[in-house]
C-alpha cells in the first residue's frame, strides 16, 4: 500500500508534466480548466469514526489516536458524549486505539481508500490502580509542603528553583543533609560540567547550619514524604470537541547519541542532561516556522540534530531532513530559531556555544562564547535580525549583532540567576524567566543592562516567557501552578491560579489573538488563557506524559509542538479549531 500511494503521487507528477506540455503546445485552456481534477479531489480524504466504551468510569474526552502506517501520520481526537471522528483523513492503512493512561485498548485496523466513511468501534479496559502509598501526605501547595521557620525564605530564594518539592522525599540525617548543602553552594552539583553557577551565591556558615536545621526538622529520618497533590482535570468536551493534532512521524533510522559522562539521579525537569546512557525515546525540544519556506525546524536532544519538516508533503521519506550538529558529540540543543534568510540557529546546553545552519548549504557555524558562561538555554531574534539568547547554569543574556556578528554578554544582577524562557519585545528588550531565582528579567536595549523583576509567589521556576502583540509580558510558574502577567509600563505585576491543583505549566506563548497558550506538563493539557475573560481551558495532549517545552503559533492560529519522552515522537500540528480539507500534508 506504501508502495501504491507513492506510485499514485509518481503518476499524478507525470500528469501534471503531460499537461504542463500540453499547455505548452496550446491545446485549448478551457478543456484544461474543467478536465483537470485538482490535487485534492484526485486523492480525496475520507474519515474514520466510532465510538468508545468502557468497563469501568466515565468516557468523557479520550484520545483516540489514528495511526496511518503508509504515511507516518498520527491523528489524535477526543470524544464527545463516547463518540469520536477523525475528519480528512488520508487514504491508507491504519491503526485506531484509545490512548489514556489508565486504560488499556484494543488497536483495530482499517483500510481507508479514497473517499470511505470507516467506523472502528473500541472497547477499553480499566487497568488496576496502584495502591496508594501511606508514607506519602499530599497537601496542597508548596507553603504545606515547607512549612514556616527560619531557613524557609532562604530555601525558597535558592534551592527550590531546581528541587522544587523533593526535600520533602530525602529523610537525610543532619549530616548528610550538610553533606549536601556544601556540594551545592561550593562546587554545584556534580552532573554537569556547566552547574557552576549556584556556589557564586555567597551562604554562609551559620546560613547553611540553619538551612541543615529546617531540613533536618521537617524532612528528616521518620518523616512522611510531603508532595503537592495533582489533582485530575475536568474536561469540558465543549472545548476541544473539533481540536485534532497531527503528529508527523520523526525518521525510524534517528540515531540515540549519548552524554556519555554523567553522575547524578535524575532529579528535577529543569536539571536535564543528566543520562548517561541513550535515551529510551527521542527528545525534540523546540519548534520554529521558518520565515523562509514555511518549513518547520526542531531540535533533538537525544540524536544531538536539527530537523526540518515539509509538512505538505504526504511523502513519509521526503518529509524531513536531519542534520548532525557538528564538532562533538553530544551537543544537548535546545532553544531555536530560524532567521530571515532562513538559516537556523539554536542555543547548546551542553556545548555551551550558539549554533548557526545554512539548510541550503548544510554549513554549520558554532559560535563561542566570549565567556566560559554556562549553558545556553534559547535563543531569538528581534526585528532587526539581532540574535538574543540566555543562560541557564550561569547568569547571562546575550546577543549576537545582526550587523558586527560580536557576541556581547550581559550579567544579571542577581548572582546566578540562571534564566529559563526567553522572548523579545516590539523594542527590542529581551526578557527572561529568571528560573532559578523565581524572577522576570529584562535586558534592555537602551541601557544594555538587566532589569529584574521579582515574582511574588514563585518558588523558583519562571519557566518560559512571552510578550504580547500589546507589549503585555507572560511567564509560567511552573513549580505553583501560576501564571504571571507584567505590564512593563507600570511594572504591575498580576499572577492567575490556574485552577486545577497540581498544575505544572511549562511554555506559554501568545496566539495571533493574544491568548496565551500553555502547556502543562503534569496534566498532559494544552491549556488556553483568554485575556478578556481571564478564563482558563484545557484540551489534552496527544499522549498521556507529554511534556512540551517550546511551541511555535502560526498565522493561523495553529500550533506546532515539539514532542519528547514517550514512544511516539512525531513533529505535531495542533489545530485547536478543526481540521480542513485544504490542511496539510496535502494528499
Ligand atoms: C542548579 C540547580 C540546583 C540548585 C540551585 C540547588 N541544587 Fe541541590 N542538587 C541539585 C542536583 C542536580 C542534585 C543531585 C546531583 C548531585 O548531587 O550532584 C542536588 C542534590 C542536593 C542534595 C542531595 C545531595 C546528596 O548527596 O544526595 C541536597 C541535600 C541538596 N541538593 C540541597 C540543596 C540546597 C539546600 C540548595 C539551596 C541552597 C540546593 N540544593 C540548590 C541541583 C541544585
Known sequence: MR?????????????????????????????????????????SRGTIKGTVTADQGEVRGFRVAAHNLDHRLWYTVFTVKGHYTVPQALPGRYEVMVYE?????????????????????????????????????????????????????????????????????????REKFMQGIEKMTETGPGYNKWAIALPRTIIPKSQKEMLADYMVKNFGPGTVDKRVRIDPLVLDEDVFSKAIYVGYEIPADMQF?????????????????????????????????????????????SSSAIMQLNPRDSDPSEQWKTWRIKGSDYVHPSGLTVDKQGHVW??????????????ETGKQIRHALPELAGAVHEVVIDKDGNIDFDLIWGAFFGRLDATTRRIHMYSTPTPDNGMYGLAVDQHDNAWGAGWQKGTISEWQVETES??????????????????????????????????????????????????????????????????????????????????????????PMPQPHQSIQKIQVADDNTIWLPTRGEPICTGVHFYPNGYTANAPPEP
Open 450 to 539: 538587566v532589569k529584574e523583576y521579582k515574582v511574588p509567589n514563585s518558588w523558583g521556576q519562571v519557566r518560559r516567557i512571552t510578550v504580547d502583540s500589546k507589549g503585555i509580558v507572560w511567564a509560567t510558574e511552573h513549580n505553583v501552578g501560576l501564571l504571571a502577567r507584567l505590564d512593563p509600563a507600570t511594572g504591575a505585576l498580576t499572577e492567575y491560579k490556574i485552577p486545577v491543583n497540581g498544575a505544572q505549566p511549562y511554555e506559554a506563548w501568545a496566539d495571533r489573538d493574544d491568548n496565551i497558550w500553555i502547556a502543562d506538563s503534569v496534566h498532559s493539557a494544552m491549556l488556553k488563557f483568554d485575556q478578556k475573560s481571564s478564563k482558563f481551558t484545557f484540551y
Open 257 to 301: 547519541v549519548s552524554a556519555g559522562d554523567l553522575v547524578g539521579a535524575d532529579m528535577v525537569d529543569g536539571v536535564t542532561a543528566q543520562w548517561a546512557n541513550p535515551e529510551k525515546y527521542h527528545h525534540m525540544g523546540a519548534a520554529f516556522i521558518s520565515p523562509k519556506n514555511g518549513d518547520i525546524y526542531f531540535t533533538n536532544r
Open 346 to 359: 539554536w542555543a547548546e546546553l551542553r556545548g555551551g556555544m550558539l549554533g548557526e545552519l545554512d539548510p
Open 3 to 43: 508502495k501504491a500511494g507513492k506510485l499514485m503521487y509518481d503518476v499524478e507528477k507525470k500528469t501534471i508534466l503531460r499537461l504542463h506540455l500540453t499547455m505548452t503546445f496550446l491545446i485549448a485552456p478551457m478543456i484544461l480548466c474543467c478536465c483537470v481534477p485538482s490535487r485534492a479531489q484526485q486523492v
Open 101 to 173: 493512561p489508565d486504560y488499556d485498548s484494543p488497536k483495530e485496523p482499517v483500510q481507508l481508500g479514497p473517499g470511505e466513511n470507516k467506523t472502528a468501534d473500541l472497547a477499553v479496559k480499566k487497568r488496576q490502580a496502584a495502591a496508594s502509598d501511606p508514607n506519602i501526605e499530599y497537601v496542597d501547595s508548596m507553603e504545606e509542603v515547607y512549612p514556616p521557620g527560619p531557613g524557609r525564605d532562604l530555601m525558597k530564594e535558592n534551592c527550590t528553583g531546581c528541587h522544587a518539592d523533593q526535600f520533602g522525599r530525602m529523610h537525610y540525617t
